[in-house]
């Protein structure tokens, strides 16, 4: 009986797969190894935060937490160059594949250096505007240099379609803060100890990635890549996107502790929050999706049944935590937030749509992105720009602010639809 469903034909536009092929396929493969281990991170992190705060208390747990702050909003401005070397590894020849570490390696530490020692050089006014230990502050350069060597080597072995080896070094990283942070706290060291634990958890994660490349060959020996032009020219657009979409999360947030009382920005992050777990839940298929497409694009391989499956797990996924949402909200509120923040569960669902149709619009993008068609993107900061604009003229309530997101996402997702239909009689754009 399994087998006979399995061996079904299931349509999927100009084609058709069985079930079996849909199970074997590198996408699902990959997937599962992403969304699982995605996964695991998150709870490891929501452990990590649990245990450190409660052995910390409040005044040593906020020192903590601003460097963890400082040190992600680094990260978020430096994540596109993630995407801009998953895009270009997977697409290259193996003869290539060295010469394009090499490239990548001179681009992420020369800015890694310098930006680390300009914040060295900064310890002592960060320590003070931020109101934590010096220390803490000195910190924050050698760290920010690793997590952007770090950077590299995950978004490379995700380029070469190690997805499990990238989602080892993610988890070692976490649980390193888990242990050494333990391990230093209880030592006496406090805030200090969890922030020093951070450090050498990120290179421990750095030197797992080190190992997991030993092959790849390194020096002036190495022949220069040829094609550093259009690695820079393909980043700008990138670049973009990935300001743009991190605005989508963050602008909301700050208006709305700006316009509204604690209680209400309170509520508001909570339902962000439980939002988010479409984003987050879904967007590891994107990120199989992405090398798998690139690289049977420059191939001139078919790529297209990639394109549809990612679509459809990318819906399923975001579709089944929408439907809790829908028809259990205070349940959820409750399992996560517990009883004080049962306000939420009013505005779950509508910001579940929300974050749905953005997710599924994500995707669409970084398709867009692995063919390299990149001015679609532009159109995202526009976007963005309008969600500001919209929240400060019309934030008279919290419902208003979530359906000026929900509008957007709407005639963002169409604008994108119609991109598609328009998009497929272009060649690349770059």
Do not use: C
């Given at each position: 009986?399994?087998?006979?469903?399995?061996?079904?034909?299931?349509?999927?536009?100009?084609?058709?797969?069985?079930?079996?092929?849909?199970?074997?396929?590198?996408?699902?493969?990959?997937?599962?190894?992403?969304?699982?281990?995605?996964?695991?991170?998150?709870?490891?992190?929501?452990?990590?935060?649990?245990?450190?705060?409660?052995?910390?208390?409040?005044?040593?747990?906020?020192?903590?937490?601003?460097?963890?702050?400082?040190?992600?909003?680094?990260?978020?401005?430096?994540?596109?160059?993630?995407?801009?070397?998953?895009?270009?590894?997977?697409?290259?020849?193996?003869?290539?594949?060295?010469?394009?570490?090499?490239?990548?390696?001179?681009?992420?530490?020369?800015?890694?250096?310098?930006?680390?020692?300009?914040?060295?050089?900064?310890?002592?006014?960060?320590?003070?505007?931020?109101?934590?230990?010096?220390?803490?502050?000195?910190?924050?350069?050698?760290?920010?240099?690793?997590?952007?060597?770090?950077?590299?080597?995950?978004?490379?072995?995700?380029?070469?379609?190690?997805?499990?080896?990238?989602?080892?070094?993610?988890?070692?990283?976490?649980?390193?803060?888990?242990?050494?942070?333990?391990?230093?706290?209880?030592?006496?060291?406090?805030?200090?100890?969890?922030?020093?634990?951070?450090?050498?958890?990120?290179?421990?994660?750095?030197?797992?990635?080190?190992?997991?490349?030993?092959?790849?060959?390194?020096?002036?020996?190495?022949?220069?890549?040829?094609?550093?032009?259009?690695?820079?020219?393909?980043?700008?657009?990138v670049f973009i996107y990935s300001i743009a979409s991190n605005s989508f999360f963050m602008t909301d947030l700050i208006l709305i502790k700006h316009y509204f009382s604690s209680f209400d920005a309170g509520i508001y992050a909570s339902v962000s929050t439980l939002g988010k777990i479409i984003?987050?839940?879904?967007?590891?298929?994107?990120?199989?999706?992405?090398?798998?497409?690139?690289?049977?694009?420059?191939?001139?391989q078919n790529y297209k049944n990639i394109f549809y499956l990612s679509l459809i797990l990318t819906s399923g996924i975001s579709l089944g935590v929408l439907v809790l949402y829908g028809f259990f909200p205070e349940l959820m509120v409750k399992i996560l937030y517990g009883q004080r923040f049962l306000a939420a569960s009013a505005f779950l669902f509508r910001y579940g749509i929300f974050m749905t149709i953005f997710t599924v619009s994500n995707l669409l993008l970084s398709y867009f992105l692995s063919l390299e068609k990149t001015r679609v993107?532009?159109?995202?900061?526009?976007?963005?720009?309008?969600?500001?604009?919209?929240?400060?003229?019309?934030?008279?309530?919290?419902?208003?602010?979530?359906?000026?997101?929900?509008?957007?996402?709407?005639?963002?997702?169409?604008?994108?639809?119609?991109?598609?239909?328009?998009?497929?009689?272009?060649?690349?754009?770059?």
């Amino acid at each position: 009986m399994i087998e006979k469903i399995l061996s079904l034909q299931i349509p999927l536009v100009k084609t058709k797969l069985s079930g079996k092929e849909i199970l074997k396929h590198p996408l699902f493969g990959g997937s599962a190894i992403m969304i699982t281990g995605s996964n695991l991170a998150n709870l490891l992190a929501y452990v990590y935060h649990l245990l450190i705060g409660r052995l910390l208390g409040p005044s040593p747990y906020g020192e903590l937490a601003a460097f963890i702050a400082i040190l992600g909003m680094i990260s978020v401005v430096f994540n596109f160059m993630s995407l801009v070397i998953v895009k270009f590894v997977s697409g290259a020849k193996e003869s290539e594949k060295s010469s394009l570490f090499n490239y990548f390696y001179k681009k992420m530490v020369i800015p890694g250096m310098l930006f680390g020692m300009l914040l060295l050089v900064l310890s002592n006014p960060i320590a003070g505007f931020l109101k934590i230990d010096f220390k803490i502050a000195l910190l924050l350069g050698p760290s920010v240099f690793v997590a952007l060597l770090t950077l590299l080597y995950r978004a490379y072995l995700q380029g070469v379609l190690k997805f499990f080896k990238t989602i080892l070094m993610t988890n070692l990283d976490i649980f390193s803060r888990i242990i050494f942070g333990l391990l230093f706290i209880i030592a006496g060291m406090s805030s200090l100890g969890a922030t020093f634990g951070i450090f050498l958890a990120l290179i421990a994660s750095y030197l797992l990635g080190v190992y997991f490349l030993r092959n790849i060959r390194t020096g002036k020996k190495i022949s220069k890549y040829s094609n550093g032009k259009k690695v820079i020219r393909y980043a700008l657009p990138v670049f973009i996107y990935s300001i743009a979409s991190n605005s989508f999360f963050m602008t909301d947030l700050i208006l709305i502790k700006h316009y509204f009382s604690s209680f209400d920005a309170g509520i508001y992050a909570s339902v962000s929050t439980l939002g988010k777990i479409i984003f987050y839940g879904a967007a590891p298929v994107s990120s199989v999706m992405f090398p798998l497409i690139s690289q049977r694009y420059a191939k001139g391989q078919n790529y297209k049944n990639i394109f549809y499956l990612s679509l459809i797990l990318t819906s399923g996924i975001s579709l089944g935590v929408l439907v809790l949402y829908g028809f259990f909200p205070e349940l959820m509120v409750k399992i996560l937030y517990g009883q004080r923040f049962l306000a939420a569960s009013a505005f779950l669902f509508r910001y579940g749509i929300f974050m749905t149709i953005f997710t599924v619009s994500n995707l669409l993008l970084s398709y867009f992105l692995s063919l390299e068609k990149t001015r679609v993107v532009y159109i995202l900061p526009l976007f963005s720009l309008a969600q500001i604009i919209g929240i400060v003229y019309f934030h008279s309530s919290l419902n208003q602010v979530i359906n000026i997101s929900l509008l957007l996402s709407i005639f963002l997702i169409i604008s994108l639809s119609f991109y598609i239909i328009y998009g497929s009689t272009q060649k690349k754009e770059n």
